[in-house]
């Protein structure tokens, strides 16, 4: 199975780390949406999205990229890393996870996991979740990304 991430990690690449490590299990290529292309990914088995939080949204470059596909009719899934903790009522993931479904993805699930970051007030402190994503959220992610290959349902 084709598999394709698309991935925008700006601040301190937690989330390429993510990215690349689900890339590992599931044979796939990590490329930013400014590199991504929709014809590769209409014709992937498997497109993940995944950002970081900002302002408790997933960065505007990759929701945008999503709202400017076309209708594709394929599987997906979308992770994000936040410093922050995720509200159970509200994820992150939400927004983006709606904007697939509209254009025709079936999200097979969504994966989280805190990341080090220094966004305005944390910066006065060096930063907060210094050592994260740490061993633990990586084995997590590859957890993920099994289920995702194995087809054996939708982590969280």
Not at 39 to 44: D, I, N, P, V
Not at 88 to 116: D, I, M, N, W, Y
Request: charged share 20%; with cysteine; proline share 8%.
């Amino acid at each position: 199975m084709k598999s394709v991430i698309v991935c925008t990690s700006v601040s301190h690449g937690n989330t390429r780390r993510v990215a690349d490590t689900m890339a590992r299990v599931l044979g796939a290529r990590v490329v930013s949406p400014e590199e991504a292309d929709p014809a590769e990914l209409a014709g992937a088995g498997l497109v993940g999205f995944g950002s970081g939080v900002f302002y408790g949204r997933l960065h505007p470059g990759l929701t945008g990229f999503v709202e400017a596909l076309p209708p594709v009719h394929g599987r997906a899934s979308v992770f994000a890393t936040s410093g922050l903790p995720e509200l159970p009522p509200a994820p992150f993931t939400r927004p983006l996870v709606r904007l697939l479904t509209g254009k025709g993805f079936q999200v097979e699930g969504s994966f989280s996991c805190r990341a080090f970051d220094t966004w305005t007030p944390f910066k006065l402190v060096g930063g907060i979740n210094k050592q994260r994503p740490n061993g633990g959220d990586l084995a997590a992610a590859r957890a993920f990304a099994e289920r995702l290959r194995d087809g054996s349902g939708p982590g969280s």
